[in-house]
């Protein structure tokens, strides 16, 4: 299947007028790409659903900082499921504004409390903090949820790209530690292996919205030293113990440099005896679930994963 037209139009306006100077210090890219993004949305992404309650505040992680979340509640309606969401941005870029709509669609059409988690960013903040950070908003979400009138015992880790890499660390973590109770994982076009050696990125090298450039740009300000790479908090591909995991959804663009380890992940956590859906979007990109407007299969994606979701939390 073919990039559709409206997708590959942006494609070529990236390429010719959004592309990051990666030359530039990350700080500066990170301004430059949260205007762009603001400038854009409105004709990308989805409509800021109206929610019950939206709640701006922090928790403190594992070393006492304070963390921003954003809590969105769709209904005034109790014991709704929580989902604790992880955005994308390679480690180094987005935020919890960037990804304010897509968590609003999130917690609608899943009728789901959700925890958007802003965790802290490289180089400031290199591996593993972002991973502690993640874990710690999970537990303290757990901790939460009856405050919030939502259930602990439906709670799901989601993320996309950067962020569906920090679900699946957490929700190992938290099988390792016994805590808390993760019900699904929701890994969207997630990042799995920091080696970078899998054909997709070759193939989709540039021109798709995420280039290998960027990905190795990613990778090494992500990294604190270059053994991080192989480690499994980093790598959760280079797992040995894959056993035991919540169930997995697992969704790849045809188009995406990531393809191939969303792909070989998939394999590894089913072979390790694990519920997994895996989907691969045709015609689609990188970065797609976020762009409804252009990419039609958004939405396909948001009704996916609830179909998924549904089944675990009916079990």
């Keep these: 299947m073919r990039i559709p037209l409206k997708l590959k139009l942006l494609l070529w306006y990236r390429d010719w007028f ?22 854009i949305a409105g004709w990308l992404d989805f409509p800021p659903l109206p929610m019950s309650a939206v709640t701006d505040t922090t928790f403190n992680s594992f070393d006492g900082h304070a963390v921003p979340v954003r809590v969105y509640r769709p209904s005034a309606e109790g014991n709704l499921p929580l989902i604790v969401y ?9 935020d919890i504004d960037s990804h304010d709509r897509v968590c609003r669609r999130v917690a609608h059409v899943n009728q789901a409390v959700v925890v958007s988690v802003g965790y802290r960013l490289a180089p400031e903040w290199k ?22 009138h939502a259930d602990a015992g439906r709670l799901v880790v989601m993320g996309d790209s950067a962020g569906g890499n920090l679900a699946t660390v ?19 076009y997630p990042t799995t292996d920091a080696r970078l050696c899998h054909p997709s990125i ?3 090298a540039t021109g798709y919205f995420l280039t290998k450039e960027a990905m190795h740009w990613f990778v090494n300000h992500y990294k604190a030293q270059d053994s991080d790479i ?7 591909l280079l797992a040995d113990d894959l056993s035991n ?31 997994v859906v895996y989907k691969d979007y045709d015609g689609m990109v990188h970065a797609f679930v976020n762009l409804p407007r252009v990419a039609p299969r ?18």
């Excluded at 591996?127 to 919030?148: G, N």
């Excluded at 805590?179 to 994982?185: M, S």
């Excluded at 192989?230 to 959760?236: F, G, I, K, Q, V």
Aim: proline share 7%.
């Design 18 to 39: 959004g592309k990051d100077e990666l030359n530039e210090a990350p700080a500066i890219i990170r301004e430059k790409n949260r205007k762009e993004w603001e400038k």
């Design 170 to 188: 957490v929700a190992r973590m938290a099988r390792d530690r016994r805590q808390p109770d993760i019900a699904a994982q929701v890994l969207i």
């Design 298 to 315: 958004a939405l396909e994606a948001h009704e996916d994963i609830r179909q998924f979701l549904e089944g675990v939390w009916a079990k």
């Design 127 to 148: 591996f593993p903090v972002p991973v502690k950070d993640c874990y710690a908003a999970t537990v303290w979400a757990a901790e939460k949820a009856k405050e919030w």
């Design 230 to 236: 192989l480690n499994p908090d980093m790598s959760p």
């Design 202 to 204: 070759e193939r989709f």
């Design 245 to 275: 995991m919540p169930p997995a959804w697992i969704g790849t663009a045809a188009f995406d440099p990531l393809k191939d380890e969303g792909k070989a992940y998939a394999d590894k956590l089913r072979a390790a005896g694990n519920e």
């Design 86 to 94: 992880f955005h994308g941005g390679g480690f180094v870029l987005r």
